[in-house]
């Protein structure tokens, strides 16, 4: 059983399009994350979510946005495409809602604009 | 506010060799830090995690670390690296009641054979 499970694992699309990224979570957590993750590999949070309330939201875009229609999911919606979203997007989910929590994380959606 | 520096982006290692891979931090709180590795195309998975009830912390896989308050640091090690140890590793910080976690930039682990 996957604990945190990413659709699609890869994302190829051109600038200007509309895209989303889902994400689903069977720990029965309460938090869940979304993370960028550059070409040099450093993490960043973006968004964080407890009981479907918004808790963390980065200084992000407003075309990307997040929802999450029950605890259990967080998709994230990215409007208007442009090359420098091309990264690899994480997901994770933790149990509480502070830091301290371990964090478990999805396999990854890796994002290519063109 | 916390922040989490990590000593050299690649570090290679024979087999067989230790494993030390470096994170300062530094934070107003006591903190509570963290490893997780990510092998290649996977997400992150926690190896170990500080949360001050012991200074050395053992985690999987043979990995270990210590907290060492007077020099804000948190050292990971092995004592015989294994070619499956190849990975990218992540020392990560947060401060008890906050609610993020913030991450170092990683260090790419070799190992040669």
């Known amino acids: 059983d996957t604990a945190v499970s990413q659709t699609p694992k890869y994302l190829v699309t051109q600038m200007g399009n509309d895209k989303s990224i889902k994400c689903e979570q069977n720990l029965g957590h309460d938090t869940m994350y979304w993370y960028k993750q550059d070409s040099k590999k450093f993490l960043k949070i973006m968004f964080s979510y407890n009981n479907k309330e918004l808790i963390i939201n980065e200084t992000v875009p407003n075309r990307f946005s997040p929802k999450s229609p029950d605890k259990a999911h967080l998709n994230l919606h990215i409007n208007s495409l442009e090359l420098g979203d091309s990264a690899v997007y994480f997901c994770a989910s933790s149990q509480g809602q502070v830091g301290t929590d371990t964090q478990y994380f999805g396999p990854g959606t890796r994002l290519t604009v063109l | 506010a916390q922040s989490v520096t990590q000593l050299g982006s690649h570090v290679s290692v024979s087999e067989g060799a230790l494993v030390l891979l470096r994170c300062n931090y530094s934070?107003?709180?006591?903190?509570?830090l963290f490893w997780y590795v990510q092998y290649p195309n996977q997400g992150l998975q926690l190896l170990l995690k500080?949360?001050?009830?012991?200074?050395l912390v053992k985690g999987i896989n043979g990995f270990e670390a210590e907290f060492k308050k007077s020099e804000t640091s948190f050292h990971l090690t092995k004592p015989s690296a294994h070619m499956s140890d190849a990975a990218e590793y992540f020392c990560?910080?947060?401060?008890?009641?906050?609610?993020?976690?913030?991450f170092g930039a990683g260090t790419r682990l070799f190992v040669k054979a």
């Open positions: 500080y949360t001050s009830a012991a200074t």
């Open positions: 990560a910080v947060s401060e008890t009641g906050g609610f993020k976690t913030i």
């Open positions: 934070s107003s709180v006591p903190p509570y």
